[in-house]
């Protein structure tokens, strides 16, 4: 069974940073993509950074210029390093991990950013 395990989440002021890390358990599947998404209560779950097995990256127009996806394949690890947070960030935010037509999840981790 495939663990993510997100950690990094916080409370920071407006303008702030965070550096998110997402721990994987295993190493043997064949990634097509790793990710970060974020919800907020009574939206849709939605995507904010892909990285691909070839390590192309994706992110959405809300955060680009301010936050950045990186990995360490040696570690298992993904990060999501978001700089110049603001108000709207606030949000859980989770790994993803994508095998195939297969999605993996972490728990989430709370991102609370104040004004």
């Known amino acids: 069974q495939v663990q993510l395990v997100e950690s990094g989440g916080g409370l920071v002021q407006a303008g702030g940073s965070l550096r998110l890390s997402c721990a994987r358990s295993?190493?043997?599947?064949?990634?097509?993509?790793m990710g970060w998404y974020r919800q907020t209560p009574g939206h849709q779950r939605e995507s904010v950074a892909t990285i691909t097995s070839d390590g192309s990256t994706n992110y959405a127009d809300s955060v680009k210029g301010r936050f950045t996806i990186s990995r360490d394949i040696g570690k298992n690890m993904v990060y999501l390093q978001m700089d110049s947070l603001k108000p709207e960030d606030t949000a859980v935010y989770y790994c993803?991990?994508?095998?195939?037509?297969?999605?993996?999840w972490g728990q989430g981790t709370q991102v609370t950013v104040s004004s």
């Open positions: 295993e190493s043997t599947f064949s990634i097509n993509a």
């Open positions: 993803a991990m994508f095998v195939w037509s297969t999605v993996y």
